[in-house]
């Protein structure tokens, strides 16, 4: 049988360009479709939330999904995409999540958030996470997201999303502060 050698075993904990310096920590903001969640994601997501809030403001909001209550999966795009552009602000950082998005490592998350905080890539007073609902996103989310980002090539379902998206923004802080979670 041959060995399989792990990419990288051995090596250092892996950094950003910001791991050190001195970050301004944005809000983060994660907005979800729906209102309901499972327990145990939420047990997840609660305890990762709590491990960012040393490091930065983080808030949870959800919403409403299918306000309508539409079987045509247009409107309900349309009508969920209404609660995202409603919360946004002119000067947001926006990323939305997406399985066509770009394939980010662990410490371009952490360049990502070091860019919001240094103003290196704009301006921008609040991070904004999108994550959409059962049909995903409509186009005016996507025309405002400065950021179109995948977690996975696999589609994920929302409330696991939820939880990738969470543990990696703690990855991230970990990798700004140079603390060893990250290996
Ligand atoms: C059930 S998925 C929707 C799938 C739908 N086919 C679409 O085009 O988005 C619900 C939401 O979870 C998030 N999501 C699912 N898979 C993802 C992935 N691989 N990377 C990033 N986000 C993902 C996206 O925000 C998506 O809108």
Redesign the pocket.
């Known amino acids: 049988m041959k060995n399989f050698q792990i990419p990288n075993s051995g090596a250092k904990t892996r950094g950003s360009k910001y791991t050190g310096q001195s970050i301004k920590p944005l809000p983060i903001h994660i907005l979800t479709v729906g209102k309901t969640r499972s327990p145990g994601v939420q047990l997840i997501v609660k305890d990762y939330m709590d491990k960012i809030k040393p490091y930065c403001p983080i808030h949870d909001l959800r919403i409403r999904s299918n306000p309508k209550n539409s079987t045509d999966p247009r409107v309900q795009i349309e009508s969920e995409e209404m609660g995202f552009m409603n919360f946004i602000k002119q000067d947001d950082w926006v990323v939305m999540?997406?399985?066509n998005?770009i394939d980010l490592k662990s410490e371009e998350m952490a360049d990502l958030i070091g860019d919001a905080g240094t103003g290196n890539k704009g301006s921008g007073s609040r991070m904004v996470f999108?994550?959409?609902?059962?049909?995903?996103?409509g186009m005016k989310v996507r025309e405002r997201a400065n950021l179109r980002?995948?977690?996975?090539?696999?589609?994920?379902?929302?409330e696991i999303?939820l939880v990738v998206l969470v543990e990696q923004l703690y990855r991230a802080w970990t990798i700004l502060k140079g603390q060893k979670y990250h290996h």
């Open positions: 999540l997406d399985e998005g999108c994550i959409g609902g059962a049909y995903g996103h980002v995948k977690l996975s090539s696999l589609v994920l379902n929302h999303a």
